[in-house]
């Protein structure tokens, strides 16, 4: 059963859209023609002073809402069934004998009560299993993190030669970036990610009205009829969280925290650790134990194969230590396609750097440097 508490699949839109031929790849998705866009070239970044580097690799621009559709066709052709308008609310354990035997789930729907053996949580960034379920009396099983707002505009006539325009721009985007995303007709996603949450509206207006978008018209994305053109949502940015597995339950996508830190894309870490969950559920439903201690090679595996959160973000953390004059001056010592710098590359990128600015030699560039590294696609940056 699928239960999802709009009463459409895929609307609101909460996503730049953006997913990598590797992701596809490795998740095994064939795309039908109507849920892409653009065909992309890989990602553009933009420092403070204008300098531009590539991370070239191909991928699409989405339709999401489409995409998320098919989707959810796919499933039901497999044989869920999907509730739209249900909202689970509250989580009781069920025991059979003194053994864990599942969830009597509630919530706002028809369908409920629901009982189910295995509860897998995509909740986003609602994270609603982490809150309502308590291992012990006092504690929730996760403590919530600390997320960053995005939010975008759909323009029109949005000059393009096929890539992601990333512009690392602090003074518009604390410790996120902004972004022009390439889709069909001349139209774009035009966006940012901010820590500064309050004003993340007012610093998007202010980029707008710096930049060559400001003679672009904005307008509502297809899906939505009334209201505000821009859309957007936050994203959580601590990492994954401490329990991502319980008894008959696991956690996927951003409901886990699993958000690539520096440009923050999950769709792509969400769709394989939904694939890891569910492979799980099977096998454990199938041999009768639906137990943490089951359920936990469900944690080992996504543990295996996501790169290594904490140490990308200290890379991430090293490059917003960084003045914009000194980012840029990184920048410049980088050759024009950052994506396969190598050992040898970075080793030139280092003495480079020696040789033109030798006190940022000493702060923190290597972290700051891997963290490109990691946004690529086979580390699930895309
Ligand atoms: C502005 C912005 C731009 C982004 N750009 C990109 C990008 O270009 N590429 C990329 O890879 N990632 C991007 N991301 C991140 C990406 O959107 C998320 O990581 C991804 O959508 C996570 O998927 P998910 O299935 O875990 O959660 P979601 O897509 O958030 O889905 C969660 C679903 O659960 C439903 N739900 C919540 N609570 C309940 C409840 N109690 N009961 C029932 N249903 C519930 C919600 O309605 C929602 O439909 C972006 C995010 C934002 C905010």
Known sequence: ?????????????????????????????????????????????????????CLTEEGYVLEKHLFERWIAEEAIEAGASM???????????????????GWMCDGKGDEFPIQTKVVIDASGV????????????????????????????????????????????????????????????????????????????????????????????????????KGNPAFGGTIPISGPFDNTHYDGLMLI??????????????SHLALKSAVYAADTAAAAIAEGDLSAQRLSVYSRLWKDEFPPYDKILRGKNALFDLSDDEMSAMARCFPD???????????????????RRPGLYFKKIVPAMLAFGYSRARYYGW
């Open 337 to 355: 396609e950052m994506g396969d710098m190598g050992v040898s590359g970075k080793a030139m990128v280092g003495l480079r750097l020696l040789f």
């Open 253 to 266: 996508g951003d409901a886990a925290g699993f958000t690539s830190p520096l440009f923050e894309g999950g």
């Open 83 to 101: 509730h739209l308008s249900h909202k689970l609310t509250s989580m009781e354990r069920v025991e059979e004998d003194g053994r864990f035997a």
């Open 1 to 53: 059963m699928i239960i999802e508490d709009h009463p459409a699949i895929g609307t609101p839109v909460h996503c730049g859209e953006c997913i990598s031929d590797i992701a596809c790849e490795n998740l095994n998705l064939k795309l039908p023609e109507h849920v892409i866009s653009l065909r992309v070239h890989g990602i553009r970044v933009i420092f403070p002073d204008g300098t531009e580097k």
């Open 126 to 225: 609602a994270a609603v299993c982490s809150k309502i379920v308590r291992p012990t009396d006092e504690k929730p099983l996760n403590e919530m993190g600390k997320v960053v707002a995005g939010m975008q505009y759909e323009m029109l006539e949005v000059p393009t030669d096929g890539y992601l325009d990333f512009y690392i721009w602090p003074k518009y985007a604390e410790k996120g970036y902004l972004w022009m995303i390439p889709k069909c007709d001349g139209r774009a996603n035009v966006g940012l990610v901010t820590e500064d949450r309050p004003r993340t509206k007012k610093a998007l207006d202010e980029f707008i009205d710096i930049t060559h978008f400001k003679e672009l018209e904005q307008v509502p994305p297809p899906w939505k009829e």
